[in-house]
């Protein structure tokens, strides 16, 4: 990864507006890019252009959609933004947060109306930090039927993703203006191309374990459940340009990997009552705080896994997620009709039984919460239980470079590079310096709105 001069360059031709990454972020840029009249081309180093955004669940805040409207549910970027600081202890740029707030239910439309992504409130549960049900999703909330959704949109719009092309240097010139980029094709063969401007879309660094040892150790321990191509690059390039970087230890953390079969336990099930123990059959961390701040908690446990334990109720409602019918499939989810054989099942000590009976307690408002947490306004939990064994894992990586309002990448002193830009993992999200800041949604948000803010203003300065 490194910067090139651009009289070493061999162009084979200059596209209007280039895009590096083929995932939620850089579809939504090119899209947009070709909407407001450029001619865009985006380059991916797999073989296929699914990146993180493939893995997710596919969920996007959208603050004041005529799709919460319709349910009735009233919502506004400023309620939305007020989230967003909240969850991060205002440790992230305040601005930035309104500008998403005020920008996601625009983008939310702007992808089922433009892209024709087929999108829905969730409207059956609470997320974690958020006042309002305002996340949208495909029908089965799986972020490869929003990826399809916008790769059907770029093949009717006639844009082109090439595959197998890494980039992995770039060509500016003394002002920091970007030339072109350099392509090495997995044979060796090197391809150069211009361009007019480019979007950084390779998201954050997740799938470099250089990177996370050396900016966020804490995590190292946990299971890596993100897209492996992710490496860094944006980040690399963005410093030998002399872009200001920010909130490089924040990450999206997750507790509820389904332990040794890698499929995500989404935390429905925890929001609707059910809690987590650790080996010993105790509660460890207010669960309820959010998924991301959770998985560093249980790399602090012993063997470094805890059971999710929750019932039928909270069981039907995580039927919603395709996630959840792949962790019935592998068989990872039991089912136990007494609490004897539930600690059967777990082979978790009889302590287990406290802590249940504890639960109850606090879930009735008889009993305060040690770990802060308030169980009140669900139903006790009752027979049959569910239980799954979950594992620490790492989504991807918050920090980034740090952008203006339409995607820009600043310098260190504030001013702009002159046709670099950036959003999704490549940018600096709004969950502030840690995992704790991560609020549900952050990831998507920022890759879909940045990216349709950075293509629009690709589209204008280069037109
Ligand atoms: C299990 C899981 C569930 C999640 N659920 C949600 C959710 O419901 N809502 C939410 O908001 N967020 C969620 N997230 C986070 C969300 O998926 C990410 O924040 C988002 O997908 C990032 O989008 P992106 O386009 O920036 O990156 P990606 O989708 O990762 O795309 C980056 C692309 O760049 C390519 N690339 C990298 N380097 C280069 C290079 N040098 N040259 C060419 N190509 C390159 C990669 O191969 C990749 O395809 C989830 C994440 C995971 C793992």
Partial sequence: ????????????????????????????????????????????????????????????????????????IVDTPDIFATDIMHKTRDQTDQSMAV?????????????????????SLVDSFDYPGHSRR?????????????????????????LDVALDAPVTDLFADEAGRIQGVRITRPDGTIEDLGCNALILACCGFAGSQDMLKEFIPEIVPAEFFGHPGNKGDAIRWGRALGAAVGDI???????GLAYGQGVPILWAHIM????????????FSN????????????????GHFAWSIYDERCHAIMKEFDDYHDALKADCIRKAGTIDELETITRLPNTLVDTLNDVAAMTRGEQEDALGRDFTGHPVLE????????????????????VDENGQVKREDGSLLPNLYAGGGAARGISGPSCWGYLAGNGLITATALGRLSGQAAARATR
């Fill in 272 to 283: 609707e009552g059910g809690f987590q123990a650790n080996a010993d059959g105790k509660r």
């Fill in 134 to 158: 305002r996340m949208h999703g495909p029908p089965n909330r799986t972020g490869s039927e929003l990826m399809g959704a916008l790769h059907d949109a770029m093949a009717r719009n006639g």
């Fill in 99 to 119: 500008h998403m707030a005020e920008q996601s239910a625009p983008t939310v439309e702007w992808l089922a109306d433009y892209c024709g992504v087929p999108l």
């Fill in 287 to 302: 669960e309820a705080k959010g998924y991301s701040e959770q998985a560093v908690e249980i790399v602090a446990q012993p």
């Fill in 383 to 402: 027979p049959p239980y569910y239980a799954v064994k979950v594992s620490p894992a790492l989504f991807h990586t918050q920090g980034g470079l740090i």
């Fill in 249 to 255: 230890h924040a990450y999206q953390g997750h507790g």
């Fill in 1 to 72: 990864m490194s910067l090139l001069k651009p009289e070493e360059s061999s162009f084979a031709g200059t596209v209007n507006v280039l895009v590096i990454g083929g995932g939620g972020c850089g579809l939504s840029a090119a899209l947009s890019a070709h909407e407001h009249g450029a001619e865009v081309l985006v380059l991916e180093r797999d073989s296929s252009a699914l990146g993180t955004t493939s893995m997710s669940t596919g969920l996007i805040p959208g603050a004041g959609s005529r799709f919460q409207t319709e349910k009735g």
